[in-house]
């Protein structure tokens, strides 16, 4: 291992912006956020209900950041890699069948039952899974790499297929949760993609992942109408109930024009675009921004994006830069997913924008993956690290991190 040098403090200081710029824009809409569910469904939330929930999943997730940065030594977070993937998967199990007893522990959302109910405070074991997988993953890919097991299937690709395969089922089948599907398999593609497995055998699992996830949607009625809402709104169909949500969306962002309406004078915050402090806080901050702050945010969001992928050419230990690209993907689907939704580009699934969407697991676990990455960049070398046979025949052409060594 190189010797220990300063993190990289792009990643480090844009992290932080992104977590302010939530701060800020939940301070703004919060109230109406509050109003509108007051007068909709009779609760009574106090106008500064989500800031301060808001301002709390910052702070546990500024804990979790500088924990995984500062004070766990990142060869113990590597050392628990297989307890870390039972545990997450024993949660989500416990939490499906605490769904179908219909016990008070499962908190249910349009049917959907996602989070843990702990007394007034919630978890949501499928952010688990993300982590788990990222580490679980980088150490099972990087040992089966060093003992010449990649692409066989009894050594690799049957283990693999068992935790993957329940872990997309637990958070898919059993949750209905297709948004961090798409991000469990960013995921998992993303670390085979450099991890050296044949070309042939990795174009084979696309294809077969690409068969499960039509035949997922096609048998959901609640799935194929986000299909059919997609469809309308690309081929510039007229407005339905189920292009509501994308057509608000694209509206608060034409609204904010070129420099925003301002902060606190959001009209789609009132009320008319669905989860407008989760998954649609993108389109009230084209709102609120206009183009020049949606513009800045996008540089923030390619700077972390970029600094990951240098952070990854420049490690020499295989699992370490296994859990970088595993980060990379993470951080990546959730930001063009979610952007890409927004915009009417993809369907929209449900996934928020990392580090700033309202909400406290999902944020606290990014946090952790960023800080552990922030960790890791300190043990980087000055040099990239080099192909070692970038012609080898059966490998995956192209990637620019498959068998590195150190540059001399």
Not at 50 to 76: E, N, T
Not at 345 to 366: A, H, K
Request: charged letters at 15%.
């Amino acid at each position: 291992m190189n010797r220990k040098h300063k993190s990289d403090l792009v990643i480090l200081f844009a992290t932080l912006a992104l977590m302010a710029l939530g701060l800020i824009i939940i301070y703004a809409i919060g109230p109406m956020r509050a109003n509108v569910l007051n007068n909709t469904y009779g609760t009574d939330y106090d106008s500064n209900y989500f800031f301060l929930g808001q301002l709390r999943s910052v702070a546990l997730s500024l804990i979790a950041f500088f924990a995984a940065f500062k004070w766990i030594p990142h060869k113990y977070i590597k050392k628990y890699a297989k307890p870390l993937m039972i545990v997450s998967l024993v949660l989500s199990g416990l939490l499906w069948l605490l769904s179908l007893t219909g016990s008070s522990l499962a908190r249910c959302e349009l049917g959907e039952c996602r989070w843990f109910n702990l007394g007034g405070l919630s978890f949501q074991p499928a952010e688990l899974i993300k982590l788990a997988l990222v580490i679980y993953l980088a150490d099972f890919l990087a040992r089966k790499k060093e003992n010449g097991e990649l692409g066989k299937w009894k050594e690799f690709w049957l283990p693999l297929l068992i935790v993957c395969g329940l872990s997309l089922f637990l958070v898919v089948i059993a949750q209905g949760d297709l948004g961090t599907g798409v991000t469990l398999i960013a995921i998992i593609f993303g670390m085979l993609l450099i991890s050296g497995i044949p070309a042939k055998q990795y174009l084979i699992m696309i294809a077969l992942v690409l068969a499960v996830a039509v035949g997922a949607v096609a048998t959901s009625s609640h799935r194929m109408q986000r299909v059919d809402a997609w469809l309308t709104t690309l081929t510039g169909g007229e407005s339905t109930d189920s292009t509501y949500h994308v057509d608000n969306a694209m509206l608060a962002i034409g609204t904010g024009g070129f420099f925003g309406v301002g902060i606190g004078n959001s009209v789609q915050a009132t009320g008319y675009l669905p989860e407008s402090i989760n998954d649609s806080v993108f389109a009230i901050m084209g709102e609120t921004f206009g183009f020049v702050g949606l513009f800045l945010v996008l540089i923030v969001f390619g700077a972390i994006l970029l600094r990951l992928l240098k952070v990854a050419e420049h490690t020499n230990a295989a699992d370490d830069r296994l859990i970088i690209t595993g980060v990379f993907s993470w951080f990546l689907a959730g930001v063009v997913v979610n952007i890409m939704a927004m915009t009417g580009i993809v369907p929209v699934t449900g996934i928020t924008l990392p580090l700033i969407s309202y909400g406290g697991t999902s944020m606290i676990f990014i946090a952790f993956a960023i800080g552990l990455s922030l960790q890791i960049s300190c043990y980087t070398s000055r040099e990239g690290i080099k192909d070692e046979n970038i012609s080898s025949r059966g490998r995956l052409r192209g990637s620019h991190y498959t068998s590195r060594r150190r540059s001399s």
